[in-house]
């Protein structure tokens, strides 16, 4: 039959876009009741459509107060370690030094172990340093388990460049530095920014790790897991949508520029 064959000719494309549709359908479900006005304190079933929380999304008290700390602890646990996490890469890739295959293989543990072994093994460092349970501890643990994600990221983007580019540098005659600013960098970039952007969603999005460390410091998350315990207040939905739109709006910046770069490269080599 034609829609059989049609249906097998397009198996792998259906597929994707049933996965794809899953993934997303959550995201759906908050955008649709981030309009919704509830009756009591539970936002889990369509009463009617309003805007009052898209109106004043810092209605809830404290939430906007642990969102913004959620994101500063981001920010900084991003450029932790990212600069960090870049060069490890780097050095795991160019050089060759005693001990290279072991430190390629401790890098993989954070990700492969289970988050509350992690979380309570920092648990147990900070306190027999005996550091105050807070911000600080919480940013130290973020980079930690941050870093083997950057390194991955990178590491796979350094093993992929030509070193002819950069001989051809030398032979021109730019120094070391200018060679890394001017060659090595860019052609980095885009697995230091793959690195960067993975580092802030794991570290906006983490609570096992931050739970166990944070002591009296509330995040995003651990409001939003405390606000379930008393009721889900509406502009949790809101901000939900507000940070999924904005994720993609930079994915489809990022591929956008990335068009117009093969454009130009490619009319320019014609």
């Known amino acids: 039959m034609p ?63 642990s969102l913004s700390l959620s994101l500063q602890i981001a920010f900084w646990a991003t450029l932790g370690a990212t600069a960090l996490g870049t060069m490890i890469a780097f050095a795991l890739v160019r050089y060759r030094f005693r001990a290279r295959g072991a430190i390629n293989s401790l890098i993989f543990l954070p990700m492969a172990m289970p988050e509350v072994v992690m979380a309570a093994s920092l648990l147990t460092l900070f306190l027999n340093m005996g550091a105050k349970l807070g911000f600080w501890t919480v940013l130290i643990a973020h980079i930690m388990f941050c870093l083997s994600f950057v390194v991955t990221a990178v590491k796979a983007r350094v093993m992929s460049m030509d070193p002819r580019l950069e001989e051809a540098a030398r032979d021109l005659y730019a120094g070391p530095v200018q060679t890394f600013v001017r060659v090595t960098l860019p052609i980095a970039a885009p697995g230091i920014a793959a690195g960067a952007l993975l580092a802030f969603a794991l570290s906006f999005d983490d609570f096992i790790i931050t739970n166990f460390n944070a002591g009296s410091t509330v995040t995003f998350p651990m409001f939003v897991w405390g606000s379930a315990q008393r009721g889900t207040p509406v502009q949790i939905n809101v901000i939900g949508t507000a940070m999924f739109v904005l994720a993609v709006l930079m994915v489809l910046v990022g591929q956008l520029i990335a068009s117009r770069r093969k454009s130009s490269a490619r009319h320019g080599n014609a």
């Open 3 to 65: 829609v059989l064959r049609w249906i097998r000719r397009n198996l792998v494309v259906i597929a994707g876009l049933l996965t794809l549709a899953y993934m997303i359908l959550p995201n759906i479900v908050v955008m649709v009741f981030s309009f919704n006005k509830p009756k009591g304190r539970f936002n889990y079933a369509w009463r009617e459509f309003s805007l009052d929380a898209w109106k004043d999304p810092c209605g809830v008290a404290d939430m906007c107060g």
